[in-house]
């Protein structure tokens, strides 16, 4: 057998054991993952949408900003 052959039947092996962790991983965890601090995600939904008063233009020219 050429070191080439070896190499890649090595290295495929590998990727397949790799990916079965992944998905063994993914369908056997125990729960979601609380991020914390996040509370009820009530006043982030309202900061997220609410935009800012100047939003950049698809063109890349930033507004100017008024001083009070």
């Known amino acids: 057998m050429k070191f080439e052959t070896l190499l890649l039947r090595s290295l495929f092996a590998a990727c397949l054991l790799v990916c079965g962790w992944i998905m063994a991983s993914m369908l056997f965890m125990p729960g979601p993952v609380q991020l914390a601090g996040a509370g009820d995600g009530a006043a982030l939904g309202v900061?997220?949408?609410?935009?800012?008063?100047?939003?950049?233009?698809?063109?890349?020219?930033?507004?100017?900003r008024v001083e009070s």
């Open 47 to 64: 900061t997220l949408a609410v935009p800012g008063a100047c939003m950049l233009p698809p063109d890349g020219v930033v507004c100017p």
